[in-house]
């Protein structure tokens, strides 16, 4: 279903002039700040993660309109402090995109979608005076895996990147093994830190290899989440209980899950 910009238009200010009557009238909504709305946007974001993993599209425009509703009600907190509302916000990212898309907007030549992220990352370290690290982009609070891929991600656009992508192989195993004379030695921090280094380097050659580590570690939770379902369900029908069968009683039932393609 398509929409003509008008009534996109009529559709976005009907949001804004709905919270508008929210923030002005509704208890909960007239107490809400930025710190209470931060954890509550953490979670709807994740929701939406879900939908677009799952391709439930129904839930995606479900998502998509909690997620748009906070950008507008931070923007509306905002404008009652007389800081910015959400024009600003518009005009802002409207600006950004022209700025780095020199090849749509400007005179800029490409071939390809590579060389479109590298101008990006090279246009944002012109910002702020020149003085902008490569990695200064890379949120804090992102979650660990996540982190890594956006901080090899954005050193590859600077130029810090292996020649070849197989070279990170050796990598790997170096990691592996320096992790493993860790655990030999005893060392419970130690082992921790090398593991650190084996998941980065891991994290690296997913990257490497055009494959994005949170969606592939993701496909095996489901994956695993799926068979030992099965798992127990099979064990319930039989009449045991899970506690009370052996490893390899265990791995009967869990090579049957395999076999039905879980």
């Known amino acids: 279903m398509k929409h003509t910009l008008e009534e996109k238009k009529e559709a976005f200010g009907r949001l804004l002039e709905v919270m508008d009557e929210l923030r002005a009238k509704c208890p909960w909504d007239s107490k809400q700040t930025f710190e209470s709305l931060r954890t509550l946007t953490i979670e709807e974001v994740y929701e939406l993660a879900e939908a677009v993993s799952t391709n439930n599209l129904t839930e995606l425009k479900k998502e998509l309109g909690d997620v748009l509703m906070h950008v507008v009600f931070y923007a509306l907190i905002a404008s009652e402090k007389s800081e910015f509302d959400v024009k600003d916000v518009c005009d802002a990212v409207c600006e950004k995109l022209m700025y780095r898309h020199p090849h749509i907007f400007g005179d800029v030549q490409v ?30 609070a992102l979650p660990a895996l996540v982190k890594a891929y956006r901080v090899q991600d954005k050193a590859r656009n600077a130029g810090f990147d292996w020649d070849e992508r197989s070279q990170v192989w050796q990598k790997v195993r170096e990691e592996i093994s320096e992790f493993e004379r860790e655990v030999e030695a005893l060392d419970a921090d130690k082992q921790e830190a090398e593991f650190g280094d084996v998941f980065f380097s891991l994290i690296n050659a997913a990257r490497l290899y055009d494959i994005n580590p949170e969606n592939a570690l993701e496909r095996t939770n489901k994956k695993f989440i799926a068979r030992f379902n099965y798992m127990e369900q099979r ?28």
């Open 111 to 140: 071939e390809n979608a590579e060389q479109v992220a590298q101008n990006w990352e090279q246009l944002k370290l012109k910002e702020n005076g020149g003085n902008r690290g490569v990695l200064q982009g890379v949120p804090s």
């Open 235 to 262: 064990i319930r029908e039989d009449g045991k209980l899970l506690r009370d069968l052996s490893l390899t009683e265990m791995d009967e039932y869990w090579n049957e899950a395999k076999q039905r393609g879980l």
